[in-house]
């Protein structure tokens, strides 16, 4: 598993001082409309729901500090904050990179002060936590997101300073819950005492333990208000893949107004386990946890990316998109298509090529992709991904040929791939990888090639067309 060293630097550490009701977080650096900047600041105001906001915060902070799966292995990430203009979204990934975590404080949720633009991290410390959980549910809470004054931002000061891993997989689960979460539709809303009752139903005994293995994939399917769970994938149900994971909702049952289930449209007679999300409505605020299909297997394994990452001419439309984007807490594809002069369908595959990079995420919620920006180069989300880098090696070793029956071969080495397409379009292939999983975590490095080469292919005839016109 690749991964690099990452340091947060923060002038001071966060700090919930409970006597004047002011909880301050700190940031590190991170980008802005101006530009990178040290230590943003993006809001300074009232929370019109303290204690909701507080066990909201550390239901956040508990996924970025936990794994799910291999529990005994460390995990600590500080959240990412994004301040849209209109909202503040909290941010946070599982060590294990099959749970993400996100609060979005609303409009509605925060008052008195004017919210900027930007991405950064929020240093949440193990006192800070403690101050949180202590919080009383009638207390004022006045939440500053960055220093005090920006006279303390000097590079001679003496700055706190954590440095954590950064695993790539980290980066491409993040790349890939905004792929999973597009294919979602709403599948169940459920008032707030049916959302708690159903949601400590999952859990038995101390610790709130999920009932019945770790690894334990359910089934749950709407019933007029309630959720009832399902010994099959019957048409519009749910999967619950792993209930234990859910465990940091926990944190906000008492503030739960809605509990919201999303999830992708099951295919007839496909009993495979699927990705999921869980939002609970607070005022003025969401929060909302996507879960991986299997405890064991991490987003960033998905392949949901790798057609956009492949498909021809969608770096140049990445970078077209890049530029049009300003920290939008909703982006309309439809508007940036006539913007960019572009189809809606490349615009959706610009916006999942710039995800990789970490600055698309998708909400659920709202249907709607929103602008961010994490500290990650453009190239590296490509670079990461060992099918699209193996496929652009057969490529380039002259490994696709195609046949007169309209299917391609690919040479592998000492054997030979066959790739064939369906009444449909899509492609099939005859490796192991295609057989075991059938494009439910993407195509596999046979098919990627394929398209990369009829991708250049085309190219070269439209060049060449052009040449001969110019002529």
């Not at 399917?221 to 792993?242: F, Y």
């Not at 009993?271 to 405890?295: C, F, K, V, Y």
Request: with cysteine.
């Amino acid at each position: 598993m690749t991964q690099a060293a990452h340091a947060y630097r923060y002038l001071r550490s966060s700090v919930l001082d409970d006597r004047h009701g002011h909880l301050g977080l700190e940031t590190s650096g991170g980008a802005t409309p101006f530009g990178e900047v040290a230590h943003p600041r993006f809001f300074e105001g009232w929370l019109t729901a303290p204690s909701a906001a507080a066990a909201a915060l550390l239901a956040v902070a508990d996924v970025a500090a936990a794994r799910y799966y291999q529990p005994q292995l460390r995990a600590s990430l500080d959240p990412v904050v994004t301040a849209n203009g209109d909202r503040l979204r909290f941010e946070s990934f599982s060590g294990c990179g099959g749970v993400y975590a996100r609060l979005d404080v609303l409009e509605a949720g925060l008052d008195g002060g004017e919210i900027g633009h930007g991405t950064t991290n929020v240093d949440v410390n193990v006192p800070l936590r403690d101050a949180l959980g202590r919080l009383g549910p009638a207390e004022p809470l006045r939440l500053a997101v960055g220093p005090e004054s920006l006279e303390v931002t000097t590079l001679d000061g003496p700055l706190l300073e954590k440095k954590v891993p950064l695993p790539d997989r980290w980066l491409r689960g993040f790349a890939e819950t905004q792929v999973v979460a597009a294919g979602f539709d709403l599948r169940a809303e459920l008032p707030a005492a049916e959302a708690v009752r159903f949601l400590r139903s999952l859990t038995a005994g101390p610790g709130g333990r999920a009932r019945g293995t770790t690894g334990a994939t359910q089934w749950v399917v709407p019933a007029g208000r309630l959720l009832r769970p399902t010994s099959r994938p019957v048409s519009g149900a749910v999967c619950l893949p792993g209930a234990q994971r859910l465990v940091a909702l926990q944190r906000v049952l008492r503030h739960a107004r809605t509990l919201r289930v999303y999830g992708p449209q099951l295919t007839a007679g496909d009993t495979r386990p699927t990705s999921s999300a869980w939002e609970i409505g607070l005022p003025g605020m969401r929060l909302t946890l996507t879960l991986s299909p299997d405890p064991a297997r991490g987003f960033s394994g998905e392949g949901g990316v790798l057609d956009a990452l492949a498909a021809a001419g969608s770096e140049q439309d990445a970078e077209l998109i890049a530029v049009l984007l300003a920290w939008e807490p909703r982006v309309d594809v439809a508007e940036l298509a006539e913007e960019a002069g572009l189809s809606p369908q490349r615009v959706r595959a610009a916006l999942t090529r710039l995800g990789t990079a970490g600055q698309v995420g998708y909400d659920t919620a709202e249907a709607a992709f929103f602008h961010r920006q994490l500290p990650y180069d453009a190239g590296r989300g490509e670079s990461c991904n060992p099918r699209l880098r193996a496929a652009r090696a057969l490529v380039a070793a002259g490994a696709v040929r195609p046949e007169a029956d309209g299917s391609t071969l690919v040479l592998v080495e000492d054997h030979v791939q066959r790739v064939r397409r369906a009444a449909d379009g899509s492609l099939g292939c005859t490796c192991l990888w295609w057989a075991r999983y059938r494009g439910g975590r993407g195509p596999c490095k046979h098919v990627l090639a394929v398209g990369l080469a009829a991708g250049a292919a085309a190219s070269t005839v439209v060049n060449d067309a052009k040449e001969l016109a110019a002529r």
